[in-house]
């Protein structure tokens, strides 16, 4: 079946052996080619340059991408096909240096049926202006596969450790006392933390190659990481780290065994930045992300934005402005002198560099940014759509429901930038928008207590309750 071909918050996503089909897979490898042929520069000698195909755990992903890599070879495209699955951001550092551009076939945290493809420029993904070219260039030629272009495969992981760690880093990290739990949720940064730091600091969780996540969806947020929280209990851990199943995304346990939001995971990293690094420039977050930041930008001088859902959209104004730190509330994470897309494994020694370096246990670190900047209580719901939503109609509806107060919270603002967000007096907001990468209706929401955020999220449900039976 053709489908129609759609990049959402990253990349195009479906159902494997649905919409996700070989057929469906070569016409983007095709289209492109053609990006590719269009836009690549060359160099004094007339050399186009270089293009990085890599590839994940899931079913038949290493197939996949030996297709598109064939394809390109068979439009003239300089290709190299990484030789086993690697993470994602590795394929986004790659392009930074030694690749022009990077393909990978992944669908990131999203179910084992699902798989995907996402395209890396400049460090990080391709940008909503050069996705919509690529979609325009779908069937705009006929798909060439030649018989026998294959593409030159290579192991380039030894590049991407080095380029996350260094020898006084990895030093650093390994004087910390205590064991760091690693749950790889199945995914493809199985055994990296090993390869970073000393064998006998990780105890590694779901580290098999199981490309049906063993029934889990491999998303490092509150929900899934109940065996994690356990261990870091049960082994007195100093840490728990988590990652998705392409390794771009974050998750984090408290020695205590407490989940700790990316609001707070933020929140740590940009004051510790400020603090120590004297960074400087603009603090850049989705508008999913919670309001810590923003208060920390406040009190610090810095400049402050929110851009739609998606780290898409943070990284591409990191390339276009003076960026100091930039954040995702899915996990994403990227700062001034760091990662320039979001990598689960860089934010995970960017935490252990800040233990090691204030030797304070991640509770402490959570307790002091709340005292100086104010409690964050930030949850949010995942609400199953059983059927396709316009989002422009569903904004538009939304945002005529709503009253002047919610949940004794006074309307300060309302923005429909993506979705419809609620601003209360205090910086407490509510959020409701259609998820751009699954059928699904969310609802976040932050407050200082559990009960207000509790109350606005109820309200939100009931919101959007038509738009998800």
Same mark, same amino acid.
């Given at each position: 079946?053709?489908?129609?071909i759609?990049?959402? =918050?990253?990349?195009?996503?479906?159902v $494997?052996?649905?919409?996700?089909?070989?057929?469906?897979?070569?016409?983007? &490898?095709q289209?492109?080619?053609?990006?590719?042929?269009?836009? &690549?520069?060359?160099?004094?000698?007339?050399?186009?340059?270089?293009? +990085?195909?890599?590839?994940?755990?899931?079913?038949m992903?290493?197939?996949?991408?030996?297709?598109? &890599?064939?394809?390109?070879r068979?439009?003239? $495209?300089?290709v190299?096909?990484?030789?086993?699955?690697?993470?994602?951001?590795?394929?986004?550092? *790659?392009? *930074?240096?030694?690749?022009?551009?990077?393909?990978?076939?992944?669908?990131?945290?999203?179910?084992?049926?699902?798989?995907?493809?996402?395209?890396?420029?400049?460090?990080?993904?391709a940008?909503?202006?050069?996705?919509?070219? $690529?979609?325009?260039?779908?069937? !705009?030629?006929?798909?060439?596969?030649?018989?026998?272009?294959?593409?030159?495969?290579?192991?380039?992981?030894d590049?991407?450790?080095?380029?996350? $760690?260094t020898?006084?880093l !990895?030093?650093?990290?390994?004087?910390?006392?205590?064991?760091?739990?690693?749950?790889?949720?199945?995914?493809? =940064?199985s055994?990296?933390?090993?390869? *970073?730091?000393?064998?006998?600091?990780i105890?590694?969780?779901?580290?098999?190659?199981?490309?049906?996540f063993?029934?889990?969806?491999?998303?490092?947020?509150?929900?899934?990481?109940?065996?994690?929280?356990? !261990?870091?209990?049960?082994?007195?851990a !100093?840490v728990?780290?988590?990652?998705?199943?392409?390794?771009?995304? +974050?998750?984090?346990?408290?020695?205590?065994?407490?989940?700790?939001?990316?609001?707070?995971?933020?929140?740590?990293?940009?004051?510790?930045?400020?603090? =120590?690094k004297?960074?400087?420039?603009k603090?850049?977050? =989705?508008?999913s992300?919670?309001?810590?930041?923003?208060?920390?930008?406040?009190?610090?001088?810095?400049?402050?934005?929110e851009?739609?859902?998606?780290?898409?959209?943070?990284a591409?104004?990191?390339?276009?402005?003076?960026?100091?730190?930039?954040?995702?509330?899915?996990?994403?994470?990227?700062?001034?002198?760091?990662?320039?897309?979001?990598?689960?494994?860089?934010?995970?020694?960017?935490?252990?560099e800040?233990m090691a370096?204030?030797?304070?246990?991640?509770?402490?670190?959570?307790?002091?940014?709340?005292?100086? #900047?104010?409690?964050?209580? #930030?949850?949010?719901?995942?609400?199953p &759509?059983?059927?396709?939503?316009?989002?422009?109609? +569903?904004?538009?509806?939304?945002?005529?429901?709503?009253?002047?107060?919610i949940?004794?919270?006074?309307?300060?603002?309302?923005?429909?930038?993506?979705?419809?967000?609620v601003y209360?007096e205090?910086?407490?907001?509510?959020?409701?928008?259609?998820?751009?990468?699954?059928?699904?209706?969310?609802?976040?929401?932050?407050?200082?207590?559990?009960k207000?955020?509790?109350a606005?999220?109820? +309200?939100?449900?009931?919101?959007v309750?038509?738009?998800?039976?």
């Amino acid at each position: 079946m053709a489908a129609e071909i759609k990049f959402g =918050t990253d990349g195009w996503r479906g159902v $494997i052996a649905w919409d996700f089909t070989y057929e469906n897979v070569r016409r983007v &490898a095709q289209a492109l080619a053609d990006y590719i042929n269009e836009n &690549a520069p060359s160099d004094e000698n007339g050399k186009m340059a270089k293009v +990085f195909v890599g590839y994940d755990h899931r079913f038949m992903s290493d197939l996949f991408a030996a297709d598109m &890599a064939s394809i390109l070879r068979s439009n003239k $495209i300089d290709v190299t096909l990484s030789d086993g699955p690697v993470p994602t951001p590795m394929v986004s550092a *790659l392009t *930074l240096h030694k690749f022009w551009l990077g393909i990978i076939v992944t669908a990131s945290h999203n179910p084992a049926q699902y798989n995907g493809i996402k395209v890396k420029l400049a460090g990080h993904s391709a940008a909503v202006r050069e996705t919509k070219e $690529i979609e325009q260039l779908v069937d !705009a030629n006929p798909v060439l596969f030649l018989f026998g272009q294959k593409a030159e495969q290579k192991n380039l992981t030894d590049l991407y450790r080095k380029y996350l $760690i260094t020898p006084a880093l !990895a030093k650093k990290i390994a004087a910390l006392k205590g064991l760091i739990v690693a749950d790889y949720m199945y995914g493809v =940064t199985s055994g990296w933390m090993e390869k *970073l730091l000393p064998n006998n600091k990780i105890l590694a969780l779901h580290a098999e190659h199981d490309p049906t996540f063993c029934g889990l969806q491999p998303d490092p947020s509150l929900k899934n990481l109940g065996e994690l929280k356990k !261990a870091v209990l049960a082994k007195k851990a !100093a840490v728990g780290v988590a990652f998705d199943g392409d390794g771009d995304r +974050f998750g984090l346990v408290d020695e205590k065994g407490n989940y700790v939001t990316p609001c707070l995971v933020a929140a740590v990293i940009l004051d510790h930045l400020v603090k =120590t690094k004297k960074l400087k420039g603009k603090v850049v977050q =989705t508008l999913s992300m919670g309001y810590l930041p923003k208060r920390i930008a406040r009190e610090n001088g810095l400049s402050y934005e929110e851009v739609p859902v998606g780290f898409k959209n943070v990284a591409e104004l990191m390339g276009l402005e003076e960026v100091a730190f930039g954040v995702e509330e899915a996990g994403g994470y990227a700062w001034k002198g760091g990662p320039s897309d979001r990598d689960g494994l860089g934010v995970a020694l960017m935490w252990l560099e800040i233990m090691a370096s204030t030797k304070k246990k991640p509770s402490e670190l959570c307790e002091e940014v709340a005292k100086r #900047y104010g409690a964050s209580v #930030y949850v949010r719901r995942d609400l199953p &759509a059983a059927k396709p939503i316009d989002k422009a109609a +569903f904004v538009e509806k939304m945002r005529k429901k709503l009253p002047k107060k919610i949940a004794g919270f006074k309307v300060a603002e309302i923005s429909t930038l993506d979705g419809v967000k609620v601003y209360f007096e205090n910086d407490e907001w509510l959020l409701v928008r259609p998820s751009g990468t699954e059928p699904l209706v969310r609802v976040y929401a932050e407050t200082a207590t559990k009960k207000d955020t509790q109350a606005l999220l109820d +309200f939100g449900e009931k919101l959007v309750a038509q738009y998800i039976k």
